[in-house]
Nanobody
């Protein structure tokens, strides 16, 4: 059974940085798509960033426009962990952040829709003060 455990995040001032981690257990291979989503109060859960790696060993990433150039998704396969480095934070980045996993996955680009992912972390609040 796949389990996702998130850590990091918390409180930051505008312009600051935070890093989120998401460790997975119960994986049978490395060919998964993994992603970060977020949900602000009163809003739908939205895509933030995703990463996948295919049979050829390459890595593909996707990032939503509102965080491009500020947020970076990365992975450590040896630790079955993905990271979300969040720089130049803005108050509008305040939300509960969730990690997600779909797999096994062999597509050339990671999916970006919430419905594509069947495993979810517990979610952690990130608050950015102005």
């Amino acid at each position: 059974q796949v389990q996702l455990v998130e850590s990091g995040g918390g409180l930051a001032q505008a312009g600051g940085s935070l890093r989120r981690s998401c460790a997975a257990s119960g994986l049978s291979s490395v060919n998964y798509a993994r992603a970060w989503f977020r949900q602000a109060p009163g809003k739908e859960r939205e895509f933030v960033a995703a990463i996948s790696w295919g049979r050829w060993g390459g890595t593909a990433t996707s990032t939503t426009d509102s965080v491009k150039g500020r947020f970076t998704i990365s992975r450590d396969n040896a630790k079955n962990t993905i990271y979300l480095q969040m720089n130049s934070l803005k108050p509008e980045d305040t939300a509960i952040y969730y990690c997600a996993l779909r797999g096994p996955y062999y597509g050339t680009q990671p999916p970006t829709s919430r419905e594509s992912y069947e495993n979810w972390g517990q979610g952690t609040q990130v608050t950015v003060s102005s």
